[in-house]
């Protein structure tokens, strides 16, 4: 069919498709937001985007691992509704827990109810339920009153918790928790806010770490170099041969290389100190 009505134009093909097919005009399309029913309902006025972009942003201002985590329990109250307290924590095979920033005492004390770790070896054992992060990537408890109470939560008057794993690898799992004193206080909507919050806290954690391994790495490249460069003035030996020298120290003392670097260099620096004299 085309191409008899190509003969009978005159026409190429190629000029009658030019011809025929126009630019078409893209359309917006504006959908109401009750057509994503399940999209969380939020109080006027609170923008979620906004506010996690401004989280975001403030997590990505922080200079430490230890500065994002103490910055991420304190906007983690802030961002999820009906939250007070806010922690966040280490837990590794076997059950062994480390508290690594909270917003309060009470945090503390609700994320290490119980002292003395497996085998007597000391620490703290972690909530039950936070096993099943490992599986999981978010717990819900509801209402620690449920069974009776006699537990942590309820001791401390903290009846609901959202956990939210953070890191998870096959030694250590890091969780941040927010607590309510009211039950129920945690639905879908908070749940999904926490995910979107823990992703954002989970990527500046992983930069603040490179940039703490990196500047780590600098200062020790810089303070090998100084001990380098002492053991080559006091043994009289090139750059080579001093590097040897102090990687064999290291292996016969059984020490790091960048704590004996530091040893010899803070020796040095001492008030009438040599540094190393011998090989």
Same mark, same amino acid.
């Given at each position: 069919m085309l191409f008899v009505l190509c003969s009978q134009s005159g026409m190429c093909c190629g000029a009658l498709l030019r011809t025929a097919v126009r630019p078409r005009t893209l359309k917006r399309f504006v959908v109401a937001a009750s057509e994503f029913t399940d999209l969380p309902r939020f109080p006027v006025g609170f923008e979620l985007a906004d506010a996690l972009t401004a989280a975001a942003r403030d997590l990505h201002g922080t200079s430490t691992p230890a500065d994002t985590l103490h910055t991420a329990v304190d906007l983690a109250v802030r961002l999820l509704p009906d939250a007070e307290h806010a922690g966040i924590s280490e837990i590794q095979r076997g059950g062994r827990l480390r508290t690594l920033a909270?917003?309060?005492?009470?945090?503390?004390?609700?994320?290490?109810?119980?002292?003395? +770790?497996?085998?007597?070896?000391? +620490?703290?054992?972690?909530?039950?339920?936070?096993?099943?992060?490992w599986t999981t990537p978010v717990v819900r408890t509801d209402d620690s009153e449920a069974d009776g109470g006699g537990n942590a939560l309820s001791g401390l008057g903290l009846r609901s918790a959202l956990s939210l794993r953070l890191r998870a690898d096959r030694r250590r799992l890091t969780v941040l928790t927010a607590y309510a004193r009211k039950p129920q206080a945690f639905d879908e909507d908070a749940t999904r806010i926490g995910r979107l919050f823990t992703a954002h806290v989970s990527l500046a954690l992983d930069s603040a770490t490179v940039r703490e391994q990196l500047t780590e790495a600098m200062r020790t490249r810089d303070l090998i170099g100084q001990a380098t460069g002492i053991l080559m003035e006091r043994l009289n030996i090139d750059a080579a041969g001093a590097f040897e020298s102090l990687v064999k120290a290291s292996q016969r003392e059984n020490v790091k290389l960048r704590d004996l670097a530091r040893r010899i260099v803070d020796a040095h620096s001492a008030p009438g100190g040599r540094g190393v004299t011998e090989r």
């Open positions: 909270w917003t309060d005492e009470t945090v503390r004390f609700a994320a290490e109810p119980r002292q003395g +770790g497996q085998g007597g070896q000391g +620490g703290h054992t972690p909530h039950p339920d936070w096993e099943r992060l």
